[in-house]
Each structure stands twice: as C-alpha cells, then as structure tokens.
C-alpha cells in the first residue's frame, strides 16, 4: 500500500512539473549579429551603432533588443575578436523575416551598417523546450 502511495505521489508531482513546463513559450526565434567595424574599437562607431540597433528594437515583431560588446576571454574556445555584438527576439520566424523587409532595417543596414562594419556574421535560431 505504501509502495502505491509513493507511486501515486511520484505521478502527481511528474505531471505537475510537465504542466509548468508546457506553459513556457516555445518557438521564439533569436537573431544573433557579431560586428567587426572597420576602424576596430572605434567608440563612435560602437555608439552608431548600438544606437540604431535599439531604433530598429523599436520594428513591430521584435520582443527583445539586446546589444554589447565583446568580453575579453583567454579561453581558445571563445572568440572575442568582434566589436558589436546584436540580438533581437520573435516571436516566430515570420516575424524575423518582417523585420529583415521593413524598411526601417534596410535603411540602417545601408546607411550604418554598411559604412561602418568590415565583417558580419548571424547567427539564427529557434528556441526548444526543456
């Protein structure tokens, strides 16, 4: 009877963690941008462009702006070699694809971007439920 007990208890306490679980939000796309500007270092160019990356923050879709810089590591796994580092948030990747065509983005990637950064490199990816 014990033993029926404990199982019975182990199966409540099982079912409701998986309830919790169930509710997070699952999906969300992330949109990861690391920036090499051509003058590496360049503060001005670093605040151009943090600030335009917060304006475009501001395009229907986006959940989360993120933006810093590179934290200086001696680990061989980490590169630490970019300037800017961007991650925006959606809800879905309809959203990211919106918010790549609206114009506000294609306007800051011509007119900031573009003079300012030697190399970029994206990362794009969807979250997964634990």
Known sequence: MTRLLSCIVLAF?????????TSKPSGRVNHVVL????????????????EQSFR????????????????????????????VAISMTFASPADMALYLASPVHKKAV?????????????????????
């Open 110 to 130: 011509a007119e900031v971007m573009q003079p300012l950064v030697k190399k970029m490199v994206v990362y794009d990816f969807m979250e997964v439920e634990q």
């Open 56 to 83: 475009c923050g501001e395009i229907p879709g986006v959940l989360e702006t993120r933006v810093g810089k590179a934290i200086p590591s001696d680990r061989d796994i980490v590169d630490d070699s970019f300037d």
């Open 13 to 21: 306490l099982v079912s409701g963690c998986t309830a919790v679980q």
């Open 35 to 50: 920036c090499w500007l051509k003058e590496p270092g360049n503060e001005t160019h670093r605040k151009a462009i943090t």
